[in-house]
T-cell receptor
């Protein structure tokens, strides 16, 4: 069975500061990993995904994530936070077979302080 | 190029009533998911349809919950004898599920269910 743990239900950073949202996964087979973002009163949209190509994945809005197999991690980062980054962020895992559903973490709410 | 469409967007129902939530996936997507989003609980997996395979119902919280997918397209999530703890946003997603390309899911806007 696959699972995802997101450390920290709420992260607060100052505008211009580094954003780091943590995600650790558990999977018995090579995983596919995703970060989704949900802006206030909106649906979920894909931020970026890892599908076994490059371990450093770049996404929209300046976000990137690095797949580290040894640490079973897929942390999301952005060098400089912007006010518009305030949202809920979800990490998710699936596998290459397509026979298992996407499993999501509980989410991390990012607040950006001016 | 329509996305995933869910209806209704909001539903208020009395405790004990049955409700049906509808999802129209993106045309051609073989996989369809239902999730429930409650405050502080993240996205709780409910059920997963993949092509003609038997659905994965392992996430349904009780036998009051059921879902169908007709003709490999539209899906209906039914909640019988609703309880107040069923109040949540119900999200539907679809995916082309093309194996090696990664199973990215595209989400609808959700149905906000309130049981009073």
């Amino acid at each position: 069975a696959q699972s995802v743990t997101q450390l920290g239900s709420h992260v607060s950073v100052s505008e211009g500061a580094l954003v780091l949202l943590r995600c650790n996964y558990s999977s018995s087979v090579p995983p596919y990993l995703f970060w989704y973002v949900q802006y206030p009163n909106q649906g979920l949209q894909l931020l970026l995904k890892y599908t076994s190509a490059a371990t450093l994945v770049k996404g929209i809005n300046g976000f990137e994530a690095e797949f580290k197999k040894s640490e079973t991690s897929f942390h999301l980062t952005k060098p400089s936070a912007h006010m518009s980054d305030a949202a809920e962020y979800f990490c998710a895992v699936s596998d290459y077979s397509g026979n298992t559903p996407l499993v999501f973490g509980k989410g991390t709410r990012l607040s950006v302080i001016a | 190029g329509a996305g995933v469409s869910q209806s209704p967007s909001n539903k208020v129902t009395e405790k004990g009533k049955d409700v049906e939530l509808r999802c129209d996936p993106i045309s051609g997507h073989t996989a369809l998911y239902w999730y429930r989003q409650s405050l502080g609980q993240g996205l709780e997996f409910l059920i997963y349809f993949q092509g003609n395979s038997a659905p994965d119902k392992s996430g349904l919280p009780s036998d009051r919950f059921s879902a169908e997918r007709t003709g490999g397209s539209v899906s209906t999530l039914t909640i019988q004898r609703t309880q107040q703890e069923d109040s949540a946003v119900y999200l539907c997603a679809s995916s082309p599920n093309m194996g090696g390309l990664g199973t990215e899911a595209f989400f609808g806007q959700g149905t906000r269910l309130t049981v009073v």
